[in-house]
């Protein structure tokens, strides 16, 4: 058995000071606006912490992170953000995948997401990928722990005012095609990571995956045991039938929730994957922050088969 910890959307506070005035954006400047107003009272770095701390307590073979440590991409979240992830595990322990607030503007590589490389770097070599100037690290890129492929795609891409959408874009979907087939043949259970919902109308369209329909053929084509989202702040489970079986699709709360009409408290979840009788089964254990006792308990606890 493997397990696995997933979390999401930790959105890590507070904005260093400046955050709007340097390395002016227009888009970073209302974000930044949005933050002092309102995101500030709802996301915790206590509750971050807490969260990883219970994790850690967990003990699972590997973390998955999909997306959105940072605000606004501002230069000086990066470094702070790093110390953070840094503290909460090695990056042969964690696989950090980027979100839409890690990519909110343009910001080169060596200002931002490269604080976090070795997050982001796989152990499998991958004929077709692709990178930018903001992210140089090769996606979608393949870890391999045992029995168990995670595969890393990147759907940040700075977007225009009032939009959060992503973007898997058409060599990252050539290059998942084909690993999926190559992975499912070596026998490996296959855990996709990505930030953006993967399936259509899963996102208010300003919000969602902007190619998810090509994603969702080639899901359906090649099949695939897990595929792991945040963005929504939901916990989600969504299905889709592949040729190979079915595609568990699961979303998590941000990982820093503290207060919200509109959101769960902050959440992770635990998967324990394993074959069985030709079919990958996982356990899934949702552990929640209860805002009364201030403590993180099971919420939920429910079984997967492909």
Known sequence: MFSLAHLSDLHLGPLPRGSARRHFALKR??????????RHKVHSDAVAAAIAEDIRAANPDHVALTGDIVNVAAHDE???AARWLRAFGEPDWISF???????????????GLSHLADYMLGDMRVKLT???PQISTP??????RRNIALIGISTGVPQPLHRASGIVGATQLESLAFLLGDLRERGYARVVMLHHPPLPGLARPSKA???????RTVLETHGAELVLHGHNHEHML?????????VNVLGVPSASMIESIHHPLAAWNLYRIER???????????RSFEAVSRQIHTTAEFSLST
């Not at 400047?29 to 309102?38: A, C, D």
């Not at 995948?97 to 200002?111: A, F, I």
């Not at 995956?209 to 994603?215: F, R, S, T």
């Open 209 to 215: 995956l902007i190619d998810a329909a090509k994603l």
């Open 276 to 286: 069985q009788a030709g079919k990958w089964l996982t356990e899934v254990t949702t």
């Open 139 to 144: 996606f979608p890129y393949v870890r391999l």
């Open 97 to 111: 995948v980027p979100g839409n607030h890690d990519t909110y503007v343009r910001c080169d590589w060596q200002h």
């Open 238 to 246: 969504n299905t889709l039938n592949s040729r190979f079986g079915i």
């Open 130 to 132: 692709q990178s930018t």
């Open 78 to 80: 990066f470094p702070p």
């Open 29 to 38: 400047s209302l974000g930044v606006f949005n933050w002092r107003l309102n």
